[in-house]
């Protein structure tokens, strides 16, 4: 693997996923791999596991790891081509890119969609930045469009959890009181499409995802109907995409319960907002998968860094 920008990087997703509940039994069986090797992460936003996780996971395999709070302690960088630099932004992508290139032999970029300019998010300027100035490998610790190292862990959870052959799997849309971005159910339905599943999506009008990304799924605006049968429930929020970042809806009966989940498993990426997007008594269940979902974050990143460290 050359890079990890988006799920579509995988060439085999069953494969990885195997490969990648082999690593969870075996952490440090490729200790040495990482030898000499440094893994630089950058943060534009927050995190508890993408950060933790991916260090876990480079540690497994024997790389060092230097971590910078971007957002909060770097330059502000300057994205356009030709700028004249004299407002806000102090350093350009293009040193900025080839400066960490000289201090790491990979590194992950987390930078979130800031949805007030949908065509400016939509083409990850922040990730694709980097992947297009820096001479080392990059991977997406979360960009303005998809969460890749996400839906991987997601992926094993299904795999590791699933006891038939063609599971009912539910993305289902949840209240929130802020605008949330795409980048988790967009890579969540991009994986789906890739497993043998009878998937649904469901949420209110006005909250389509991006058509490219879920042509040719089923959507519904009938959570119930949705959530019939079904085997597996992930439940996320995000703002609306065609009235760009915008909350049109905080409408709470569409929160999960443990009556709506009925037999299915519960699956969200966490953080979540107890008894906003979900209730309680689903979270405390035996049913919710939302701790193994984050354990998982760790093979997701493991994975992907060895096949790029068997590259390069
Ligand atoms: N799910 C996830 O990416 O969590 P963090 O934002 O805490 O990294």
Redesign the pocket.
């Known amino acids: 693997m050359q890079q990890y920008l988006s799920i579509k990087d995988i060439d085999d997703l069953g494969s990885c996923v195997q490969e990648a509940i082999d690593l969870k039994a075996h952490p440090r069986k490729h200790r040495n791999l990482g030898a000499d090797k440094t893994l630089c992460l950058l943060f534009f936003n ?6 933790l996780s991916t260090q876990k996971a480079a540690l497994h395999l024997g790389m060092d790891v230097i971590v910078m709070n971007f957002g909060s302690e770097g330059w502000q960088l300057e994205f356009g081509d030709g700028t004249v630099m004299d407002r806000g932004t102090s350093e350009h992508i293009k040193e900025a890119a080839k400066v960490v290139s000289q201090y790491a032999d990979i590194v992950a970029i987390r930078a979130f969609a800031q949805l007030l300019d949908k065509e400016q998010d939509q083409a990850e300027v922040v990730l694709q930045g980097f992947a297009k100035h820096a001479t080392i490998p990059v991977v997406n610790m ?1 960009s303005s469009v998809g ?1 890749p190292l ?1 839906a991987l862990a997601d992926a094993i959870t299904l795999s590791e959890q699933c006891t038939i052959k063609k599971p009912k799997v539910v993305l289902s849309w949840a209240p929130h009181p802020k605008a949330l971005p795409h980048a988790v159910a967009n890579s969540f339905v991009e994986m789906m499409q890739r497993q043998q599943a009878e998937f649904v999506i469901a949420h209110p009008k006005g909250y389509d995802l991006d058509p490219a990304i879920t042509q040719g799924a089923t959507i519904t605006y009938d959570q119930d109907a949705a959530l019939k049968d079904a085997d597996f429930v992930y439940v996320k929020n995000w703002s609306s995409f065609n009235h760009y970042g915008e909350v049109l809806n905080q409408d709470p009966h569409w929160k999960m319960t443990l009556e709506k989940l009925g037999a299915a498993k519960f699956m969200h ?3 979540v907002r107890r008894n906003v997007i979900v209730t309680d008594d689903v979270l405390d269940s035996p049913q919710s998968l939302v701790i193994e979902q984050a354990n998982n974050r760790t093979y997701a990143a493991q994975i992907v860094l060895k096949k790029i460290l068997e590259h390069i």
């Open positions: 927050n995190s508890l596991r993408t950060r979360e969460h996400q990426c966490l953080p």
